[in-house]
């Protein structure tokens, strides 16, 4: 192992601030949405960083970012790190941010240690990890490692019906087609991503350290409820067809095929929900859901997906409302590599940092680079296990830790053949 190590831990938080401000909301609100311009100014202010730390920079057509520490013998198989910047509305500075400024500090503290790779170091931005434009998350991985069909992904539109060609072209990334994005498998020899934990289970059992075994499998459903509208005094009870209440009666019915799917890790949110005409005496006409629902086991989130999609249909034809049901994705969990997740326990018993194994239930671009390499993660607490908002926080203390077990762990794995 490369020793010492010293992680620039006030560098790094400095950077995690700086690209914090950069934000579609004010502070300590952090909202950078696919294509946006923060999202366009964050990738630029990261992508200096690596290029002053010395790194190759290469995009694909997503806007997938590259970053590249070439190793001594060009032959071997490359090791990636990597995650993402985007951030949903109303989101904190540390979800995918730590496992992008954390690799790259994990990086600079190798170099700085006169480590030289035999095998390339590659750090991936991914793009649009979050699901926020287009309502379906790890745009960027999904293409890359062959999960999602290119054909598919360009008819993708967001809610106002805008494809993501469309907005590809216009954020500056039509130049290549979207099929270029592919990779073949066993282009890397293995993929570490570092992570806020996202739960409460490290801060509850005051470890520092959690080595990923599976990510829970995620599925998206979109529906669009259209209805009768009119005077909210004029039009009596007996004759409505009210988008919203339809919707309402669908979001009890996806908490509800949730509750009742026999097992505990069965989650399901409408995270979206929005209205039109949205005003206090008009009856609303059009509504639009998009449904997360999740589990470590497919089958028994199959089995709530089925019953959701069955409740549709029963509730909008005894309110009378037409509706559109869209599946837009259905992941099967990604189960980690054993030879990788030990690799990293081992490392954790050398540098004295408890650790213990645990179940992702949020997704990752993980979850798809497993389809094409050795893929695990290294979880670090965040307070409360808070996620998702802006009082979300993890100590300069906890993530140095994470990088120092990620900057370890990657010595380990490129120093020989
Ligand atoms: C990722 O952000 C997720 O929703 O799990
Ligand atoms: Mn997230
Ligand atoms: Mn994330």
């Known amino acids: 192992m490369p020793s010492p190590l010293s992680i620039d831990s006030l560098r790094l938080q400095g950077q995690i601030d700086a690209l914090a401000a950069i ?33 190759l920079l290469q995009e694909d057509a997503i806007g997938n970012v590259f970053a590249r520490w070439p190793g001594k013998d060009a032959q071997l198989v490359p090791i990636a790190t990597g995650s993402h910047i985007d951030a949903i509305p109303n989101a904190g500075r540390y979800d995918g941010v730590v496992g992008v400024l954390g690799a790259l500090a994990a990086i600079c503290a190798l170099k700085q240690s006169g480590f030289e790779p035999r095998r390339t170091i590659e750090l991936i931005i991914f793009t649009a990890e979050e699901p926020t434009r287009f309502g379906i998350g790890c745009l960027g991985s999904r293409l890359l490692s062959g999960a999602l069909p290119p054909e598919k992904a360009a008819g993708l539109s967001d809610t106002e019906g805008q494809t993501l060609e469309q907005w590809r072209h216009q954020a500056g990334y039509g130049a290549r087609p979207l099929n270029s994005v592919l990779l073949p498998k066993g282009v890397y020899g293995g993929f570490i991503e570092l992570h806020i934990e996202q739960g409460p289970l490290l801060e509850r059992e005051n470890l520092p350290i959690g080595v990923v075994e599976k990510i829970a499998g995620p599925s998206t459903l979109r529906v669009q409820l259209t209805g009768v509208g009119g005077h909210a005094g ?163 203390d906890q993530i140095a830790n994470g990088v120092l077990v990620l900057a370890q762990t990657l010595a380990r794995l490129t120093c020989g053949s």
């Open 23 to 55: 934000s579609e909301a004010p502070p300590p609100v952090v909202t950078r949405v696919l294509f946006s311009e923060a999202d366009r100014r964050g990738r630029a202010f990261v992508q200096e960083l690596c290029r002053q730390a010395g790194l």
């Open 234 to 396: 004029a039009v009596l009870m007996p004759e409505r067809h009210d988008a919203l209440l339809a919707g309402a009666e669908i979001a009890l019915a996806v908490e509800e095929a949730a509750l009742n799917s026999g097992s505990p890790d069965t989650v399901a949110t409408t995270g979206v929900f929005r209205i039109e005409p949205g005003a206090v005496n008009s009856v609303p006409c059009r509504a639009w859901l998009e449904i997360d629902l999740r589990d470590t086991q497919s089958s028994t989130r199959d089995a709530a997906l089925q019953r959701i999609e069955r409740a549709v249909p029963e509730i909008c034809r005894r309110r009378g409302i037409e509706f559109q049901l869209e599946r837009l994705n259905l992941d099967e969990p990604a189960v980690c590599d054993p030879g990788l997740v030990s690799t990293i326990l081992e490392v954790c018993r050398e540098l004295n940092l408890p650790a213990k194994n645990m179940i992702s239930r949020a997704y990752h671009d993980s979850l798809f680079m497993a389809q094409i390499c050795p893929t695990t993660m290294i979880f670090i607490p965040c307070r409360g296990g808070v996620s998702h908002r802006p009082d979300e926080y993890s100590s300069p």
